[in-house]
């Protein structure tokens, strides 16, 4: 059983900058691909940003490249999400999820990719 644990949300003025972590336990953190998600009131959950096992492979949402830098520290079974130049857009409940199925030659980018997920926290960037 994976255990995830997200930290680092706030509320950030836009333009500003956070950094969340996602800490894993209960399994081996380096042979998962990771990935986050946010989801805003009233919308459906959506992709944000994946990364492979190694941190070699990286994807983002168009809405997020060149804002948002994903990556990993497998010593420290820890995923991270640098965020800059926030938008009130931005403002949701970031999840990071975890596939401990095989990895596919493409990082997923969607819920049904992931088999474990964290309790989420919350961003809100003000206007």
């Known amino acids: 059983q994976v255990q995830l644990v997200e930290s680092g949300g706030g509320l950030v003025q836009a333009g500003g900058s956070l950094r969340l972590s996602c800490a894993a336990s209960g399994g081996t953190f380096s042979s998962y691909a990771m990935g986050w998600f946010r989801q805003a009131p009233g919308k459906e959950r959506e992709f944000v940003s994946a990364?492979?096992?190694?941190?070699?492979?990286?994807k983002y949402a168009d809405s997020v490249k060149g804002r948002f830098t994903i990556s990993r520290d497998n010593a420290k079974n820890t995923m991270y999400l640098q965020m800059n130049s926030l938008k009130p857009e931005d403002t949701a409940v970031y999840y990071c999820?975890?596939?401990?199925?095989?990895?596919?030659?493409?990082?997923?980018?969607?819920?049904?990719?992931?088999?474990?997920w964290g309790q989420g926290t919350q961003v809100t960037v003000s206007s």
């Open positions: 990364i492979s096992r190694s941190g070699a492979i990286t």
């Open positions: 999820a975890a596939r401990i199925r095989p990895t596919i030659k493409v990082l997923p980018t969607t819920i049904s990719g992931y088999d474990y």
